[in-house]
């Protein structure tokens, strides 16, 4: 039955080495079974639904993903997406987390579209590489603030905006432990490594008596305080369909970056370089981020951890099936994901904004006409606290420079009208 649905001699893989990889990739992306409760609770959502909702989102991604599209990939609520749906949607911009899940859904239900149709091609191809690439520079410093803030590292002061935190606090102190340990371990290319500073961060918090560990191992907790709580009919408010826009773009780009790179390393592309089965991976990660919405999380999305299972050599749908299964078990430990403080996390939050920085590395800095831009939607997320005002910055700014600096036949059409937008949605509705 396994060789009929994953064809598994035509990919020279046997059910051992499939299994093996699906629990390197897993324990890879553990980690954000702590940090995205931790993240969504501070919405007022609960702590042990949106637990349940996490490991349901992944575990319906992946399955997904291995059955249909047949790829080692597996799939998660994405990082940045979750702090942008805390943070700015629900914390900053005032709406309720109940309408925050509408608008992810939303934005699957376009993505799915977009991909039965074809159009993410065009979309995408739209796009500077330059500008993707400062998109996603943006959302690494996104997240790195919040980690800091979580860390008290960084705190608010009201001459200076932020101000350094009180570094004689425990919670500060174990934070720059986990990130130096985080690193190291990367470095040292150690299975879990993310997941490995976690639980040494938060095993340290217990033993000095800065936490509790209240259990380990119990039933899973009731979903039903998240469940089918979405309000779609308020994510359609005018003032919305920007974040709509941001969830849809992010996670646009984030999956077809993902997909290609993974496949690449996995030498999956056919003789054209392109990836077979696209369609259906794009629509696996659609379904999964509109499932998750529907269960309680943010934005489900393909995760490149996913590597890591190819580097230990799986190369079909099997290994995602296996990361569904183990983030299903995973539902037994909701008690340990609880334990985790923030400080935990925050070294993971930072740790992720270091890879996600290094898109940075691809831009040529000695053309203005695209530094600048990238520069601008950079800072703007962090200092906006909005992705979806970073994406707008960077839009208006690339379509102004490039028209000013005498370069208007290098934009086409998509970015002409796309800034025109966010210009009326900055002016109007910021």
Same mark, same amino acid.
């Not at 597996?74 to 990082?79: E, F, I, Q, R, T």
């Not at 703007?380 to 036949?409: D, V």
């Given at each position: 039955m396994?060789?009929?649905l994953f064809?598994?001699?035509?990919? $020279?893989?046997?059910?051992?080495?499939?299994?093996?990889?699906?629990?390197t990739?897993f324990l890879t992306?553990?980690?954000?079974?702590?940090v995205n409760? $931790?993240m969504?609770?501070?919405?007022?959502?609960?702590?042990? @639904?949106?637990f +349940?909702?996490?490991?349901l989102? @992944?575990?319906v991604?992946?399955l997904?993903?291995?059955?249909?599209?047949n790829y080692?990939i597996?799939l998660?609520?994405?990082?940045g997406l $979750?702090a942008?749906?805390?943070?700015?949607?629900v914390?900053?911009?005032?709406?309720?987390w109940q309408?925050a899940?509408g608008?992810v859904?939303?934005?699957?239900?376009?993505?799915? !579209?977009l991909?039965i #149709?074809?159009i993410r091609?065009?979309?995408?191809n739209s796009?500077?590489l330059?500008l993707?690439?400062g998109?996603?520079?943006?959302?690494?410093?996104?997240?790195?603030i919040?980690?800091l803030k979580n860390?008290?590292?960084?705190?608010?002061h009201?001459?200076? !905006?932020?101000?350094?935190?009180?570094?004689s606090?425990?919670?500060? !102190?174990l934070a720059?432990?986990?990130?130096f340990v985080?690193?190291?371990l990367?470095?040292?290319? +150690?299975?879990?490594a993310v997941?490995i500073?976690?639980?040494?961060?938060?095993?340290?918090?217990?033993?000095?008596g800065?936490?509790?560990l209240p259990?380990?191992?119990?039933?899973?907790?009731?979903?039903?305080?998240?469940l *089918?709580?979405?309000d779609i009919?308020g994510?359609?408010?005018?003032?919305?369909?920007s974040?709509i826009?941001?969830?849809?773009?992010?996670?646009l780009f984030d999956?077809?970056?993902?997909?290609?790179g993974?496949?690449?390393k996995a030498?999956?592309?056919?003789?054209?370089?392109?990836?077979?089965?696209?369609?259906?991976?794009?629509?696996?990660?659609?379904? @999964?981020t509109?499932?998750?919405a529907?269960?309680?999380t943010?934005?489900?999305?393909?995760y490149i951890?996913?590597?890591?299972?190819?580097?230990?050599g799986g190369?079909?749908?099997?290994?995602?099936?296996?990361?569904?299964?183990l #983030?299903?078990l995973?539902?037994?430990?909701?008690? !340990?994901a609880?334990?985790?403080?923030?400080?935990?996390?925050?070294p993971? *939050?930072? #740790?992720?904004?270091?890879?996600m920085?290094?898109?940075l590395?691809?831009?040529?800095?000695?053309d203005?006409t +695209?530094a600048?831009?990238?520069v601008?939607?950079?800072?703007a997320?962090?200092?906006?606290?909005?992705?979806?005002?970073?994406?707008?910055?960077? #839009?208006?700014?690339?379509?102004?420079?490039?028209?000013?600096?005498?370069?208007?036949r290098?934009? $086409?059409a998509?970015?002409?009208?796309?800034s025109?937008?966010?210009? +009326?949605?900055?002016a109007?509705f910021?």
């Amino acid at each position: 039955m396994l060789e009929r649905l994953f064809q598994l001699k035509a990919h $020279n893989t046997s059910v051992r080495t499939e299994v093996l990889a699906g629990i390197t990739t897993f324990l890879t992306m553990a980690y954000i079974l702590f940090v995205n409760p $931790n993240m969504l609770a501070e919405t007022g959502m609960d702590h042990g @639904a949106v637990f +349940v909702a996490t490991c349901l989102a @992944a575990a319906v991604g992946s399955l997904v993903m291995g059955l249909l599209a047949n790829y080692p990939i597996a799939l998660a609520p994405g990082m940045g997406l $979750n702090a942008f749906f805390t943070y700015t949607v629900v914390m900053t911009m005032g709406y309720s987390w109940q309408t925050a899940l509408g608008a992810v859904f939303l934005s699957g239900a376009i993505f799915f !579209l977009l991909s039965i #149709f074809k159009i993410r091609e065009w979309i995408i191809n739209s796009i500077p590489l330059a500008l993707r690439a400062g998109i996603a520079a943006g959302i690494g410093l996104f997240l790195a603030i919040i980690a800091l803030k979580n860390a008290g590292i960084v705190v608010d002061h009201p001459a200076t !905006l932020v101000g350094l935190g009180d570094m004689s606090q425990g919670g500060a !102190l174990l934070a720059c432990l986990g990130f130096f340990v985080i690193a190291a371990l990367a470095y040292r290319k +150690v299975t879990g490594a993310v997941m490995i500073g976690i639980l040494l961060v938060t095993g340290l918090s217990i033993a000095l008596g800065l936490s509790e560990l209240p259990g380990v191992i119990s039933m899973p907790p009731s979903l039903m305080p998240t469940l *089918l709580q979405l309000d779609i009919a308020g994510a359609l408010d005018i003032g919305l369909i920007s974040v709509i826009f941001a969830f849809l773009f992010v996670d646009l780009f984030d999956t077809s970056g993902t997909l290609v790179g993974v496949a690449q390393k996995a030498d999956l592309l056919d003789k054209d370089g392109k990836m077979p089965r696209l369609g259906r991976a794009l629509m696996a990660d659609s379904t @999964a981020t509109m499932a998750g919405a529907a269960l309680g999380t943010s934005t489900t999305t393909s995760y490149i951890e996913s590597a890591a299972g190819i580097s230990a050599g799986g190369r079909t749908g099997l290994t995602a099936c296996v990361v569904a299964a183990l #983030f299903l078990l995973s539902l037994f430990f909701a008690p !340990l994901a609880g334990s985790v403080p923030a400080y935990a996390t925050a070294p993971a *939050l930072l #740790f992720v904004a270091v890879l996600m920085m290094s898109s940075l590395a691809q831009i040529d800095w000695d053309d203005l006409t +695209v530094a600048a831009p990238v520069v601008a939607a950079a800072l703007a997320m962090p200092l906006t606290f909005s992705i979806a005002n970073g994406i707008a910055f960077g #839009f208006i700014a690339w379509t102004g420079i490039k028209l000013l600096s005498g370069r208007a036949r290098e934009l $086409n059409a998509a970015m002409w009208v796309l800034s025109a937008l966010f210009i +009326v949605k900055l002016a109007y509705f910021a």
